[in-house]
Each structure stands twice: as C-alpha cells, then as structure tokens.
C-alpha cells in the first residue's frame, strides 16, 4: 500500500509539472503598446513611474538585422527603492 501510495504521489507531482520556455506570447510581447497604455494610467505628479521590461534573446548586432531575435517584452515585477546612501552610512558587522 505504501508503494501504490508513494507511486500515485510521483505521478501526480511530475504529471503537474510543466517547464517554461521564458518566452513570452507574441501578443502580450508589445513594449510600444505597453508604453501608450501605461502613460495613460498615470495619476501622479511627481514620483516614479515607468514600464518595467525584459529583454530576452540574442540581441548583439548582426548584419543582416535580426528583428526577431531580441524580444522587449513588458512584464510585472516589484521594484523596490531604497533611501540614498553612502559608504561611510554603512556599519560593519565583524570586529
């Protein structure tokens, strides 16, 4: 029984497992797109505000020009900003 038990958990758990290949469907893929509609959605008058974007892909020049080997694609993070400091702010914590 503990064997059927451990085999059914096995299965279960690599039959959900999926890998993901990084690349990001072609229609959500449109940085211009994200750009227009994110300049819209702004309501604040000083601050930071931005589109966070990832580039994926080989994106050295080539001769003759690849367009789609370099993908600039929106995506969703946290982005986190901390106070300015300096080096001599630090405390060190060996001896």
């Given at each position: 029984m503990k064997k059927i038990l451990i085999g059914l958990w096995f299965s279960l758990f690599f039959l959900s497992c999926h890998k993901d290949n990084g690349i990001a469907d072609q229609k959500g893929c449109d940085i211009n797109q994200a750009y227009i509609n994110?300049?819209?959605?702004?309501?604040?008058?000083?601050?930071?505000?931005?589109?966070?974007?990832?580039?994926?892909?080989?994106?050295?020049?080539?001769?003759?020009a690849c367009n789609s080997c370099c993908r600039n694609c929106p995506v969703q993070r946290t982005v986190k900003i901390f106070q300015y400091t300096l080096v001599t702010d630090g405390v060190t914590t060996d001896p």
């Open positions: 994110n300049a819209k959605k702004v309501t604040i008058a000083d601050g930071v505000w931005g589109t966070v974007s990832d580039v994926e892909g080989d994106c050295m020049p080539t001769v003759p």
